[in-house]
């Protein structure tokens, strides 16, 4: 039996196939649109940001300038301190950028305790504390008989004021204060302090402090910035993503990464390889930049992609030097690391191991949200792969200790620092990128 003209199909499967996939097509160039308005309009907000935070440094360098060379006792400080030999890169960094939010939201002078941080960044200014106890001594103030006042987080005794007063009225009758070998990046608890959100937000409107601090604080040296942008010029293509595979940190303790469920490095393959695709990218555009902690690491990511796929550093030091850092191997010198870390915070995207600061810090160096892989054995929604953080901001990784009350060294949150905590809507991305939490 034959259909009757008016009930035969308008197009054959064939037409409706070529339709669906114009369709496709169409969708896939609106998608893209979108992403590039959508990122238009971040650049926008940052560039307001920036306005706001180019005067507030201009203001914060004429202040130091005074702090160095006026005639009169210097300005009120804050002083850094860090071993070298304390923790590893990703943990060194951040009370640097603490440090200098500190410096600017109580109007102090920011100076710095940390050798392997003069040895390897160039600053705009003279951050060095040993300069500046010289110049105090000068005017009468001696720093070993009136210490500046100390800053405790290790066992939870200033995370109550840190997210509920107004620090500058609160260090107001110290002369000076002291942030000593704080490993995290404590930062994130001033984006919920009721007093000073507003002007954090105003400064840094998309959330993301780490990146534009930054610029001014961790700028490397011209020798080591060289080896960092000649490997760029010669090996990077117009879209490399970073592999930070990180091996060596598991099995060392309760709440630690399992060695035999680390994530494998076919999946950060796939990962990458899936960030090329959803961009649209040729193979003749696309490489990946491989920065881990083990020799087999790299030779599997080759293995898998390819030679001409894979860019790493020969020279990178693996296997070369390691040190006891917390209880964790860390291979190679750390000026190397420091390379890798540049380097990854040049790539397009970056796919990073969760529970690494390292990977972490290089993604905020960058202001690049990364892709996190997880460990574990993925057996059910629970436990995915991975997950695509939202802003490029480090982890703060005592942040899920305090909300859940794991552990009572590291110090509690009442209820109304939780709520207080939890008003910062980047909460759970600071809270949720550590093995150890």
């Known amino acids: 039996m034959q259909l009757s003209h008016s009930r035969q199909p ?3 499967i064939y037409t409706g196939i070529d339709k669906a996939a114009r369709d496709m097509t169409q969708m896939q160039r609106s998608s ?5 308005a959508l990122e238009r309009v971040k650049i926008i907000q940052r560039g307001a940001g920036t306005l706001a935070l180019e005067s507030l440094l201009n203001n914060y360098k004429a202040r130091h300038v005074e702090c160095l060379h006026g005639t009169t006792l210097p300005r009120k400080y804050i002083v ?7 923790a590893g890169l990703g943990n060194q960094f951040p009370s640097i950028i603490t440090g200098l939010l500190m410096a600017l939201l109580t109007e102090r002078c920011l ?3 940390f050798p392997f941080y003069h040895k390897t960044f160039l600053s705009e200014v003279d951050f060095s504390w040993e300069h500046h106890t010289q110049r105090l001594m000068s005017f009468g103030h001696d720093v070993t008989k009136t210490p500046p006042h100390p800053i405790q987080f290790w066992k939870g005794e200033d995370l109550s004021n ?10 107001e009758p110290h002369y000076g204060i002291h942030l000593k070998n704080d490993p995290d990046y404590t930062a994130a608890l001033l ?3 009721p007093y000073h959100a507003p002007f954090l937000q105003a400064v840094f409107p998309t959330g993301e402090m780490f990146q534009p601090l930054a610029r001014f604080m961790l700028r490397v040296r011209p020798d080591l910035e060289e080896i960092v942008q000649d490997f760029k010029r010669k090996y990077f293509r117009p879209f490399t993503v970073g592999l930070q595979i990180r091996a060596l940190k598991c099995d060392g303790g309760q709440g630690s990464i399992h060695c035999d469920e680390l994530p494998m490095i076919e999946n950060f393959v796939a990962v990458a390889r899936s960030l090329q695709r959803s961009k649209g990218i040729p193979d003749s555009e696309f490489r990946v930049f491989v920065g881990a902690d083990k020799r087999e690491s790299y030779d599997k990511v080759v293995e898998i992609m390819g030679q001409d796929m894979v860019i790493y550093r020969p020279d990178n030091g693996v296997g070369t030097v390691k040190s006891k850092v917390i209880g964790v191997n860390n291979p190679g010198t750390p000026e190397s690391a420091l390379i890798d870390m540049r380097l990854l ?7 990073v191991t969760v529970g690494s600061s390292y990977g972490s810090i290089a993604s905020g160096i960058g202001g690049i949200a990364p892709v996190q892989m997880i460990h574990g054995k993925h057996e059910n929604v629970q436990n995915p792969y991975w997950y695509k953080a939202i802003t490029s901001e480090p982890c703060y990784w005592k942040g899920n200790i305090f909300l859940n009350n794991k552990d009572p060294f590291w110090g509690k949150l009442g209820p109304a620092e939780v709520q207080q905590f939890k008003s910062n809507p980047f909460w759970m991305q600071y809270t949720q990128c550590h093995c150890a939490t």
Do not use: G, H, P
């Not at 850094?80 to 304390?86: A, L, N, Q, R």
């Not at 840190?162 to 260090?171: A, N, S």
């Open 191 to 193: 984006q919920a302090n």
């Open 80 to 86: 850094v301190e860090m071993w070298d030999e304390y």
């Open 345 to 351: 915070s040049e790539c397009n995207e970056l796919v």
């Open 111 to 113: 100076f710095i305790n």
């Open 162 to 171: 840190w997210l509920l007063k107004d620090q500058k009225t609160l260090y």
């Open 10 to 12: 308008k197009y054959s």
């Open 32 to 36: 893209q649109q979108i992403e590039r």
